[in-house]
């Protein structure tokens, strides 16, 4: 599976990219919207993407709706300190993970999505 993840905290970045990592994954973390989107335009369409909403420039949402507009059923995870109001509702893959998350609950959740895209893989 692959992961594109974007945190533009360097330590906290480094930190959970690392923690993200298993045999059958692979992470790319970038610091902003922007550099993770020249990784979609030069590497295609990400298994999943795990962004923090609170970014320079483009934010996390904004980054989702540009996914989303291009294809609705992009899985992704906006990952945020504060209270989100509806912006799972961005699409039917779009998940809120609240910091800060333990380590349990981002491994599950990534459990989950591949489950689901190896299903899909083998379909």
């Known amino acids: 599976m692959r992961i594109l993840y974007v945190e533009d905290n360097a330590e906290l970045r480094d930190t959970i990219a690392m923690l993200m990592e298993a045999p059958s994954r692979t992470i790319v973390a970038c610091a902003n919207a922007e550099q993770a989107l020249d990784h979609e335009a030069r590497q295609g369409p990400f298994d999943l993407v795990v962004t923090d909403v609170s970014l320079p420039g483009m934010s996390g949402t904004e980054l989702s709706?540009?996914?989303?507009?291009?294809?609705?059923?992009?899985?992704?995870?906006?990952?945020?300190?504060?209270?989100?109001?509806?912006?799972?509702?961005?699409?039917?893959?779009?998940?809120?993970?609240?910091?800060?998350?333990?380590?349990?609950?981002?491994?599950?959740?990534?459990?989950?999505?591949?489950?689901?895209?190896q299903g899909l893989d083998v379909a």
């Open 65 to 117: 709706r540009t996914l989303l507009a291009r294809d609705a059923q992009r899985r992704i995870v906006l990952c945020s300190g504060y209270a989100l109001q509806g912006e799972e509702a961005q699409g039917p893959r779009v998940q809120v993970l609240h910091k800060p998350f333990d380590i349990e609950a981002l491994e599950d959740l990534l459990d989950a999505v591949q489950a689901e895209v």
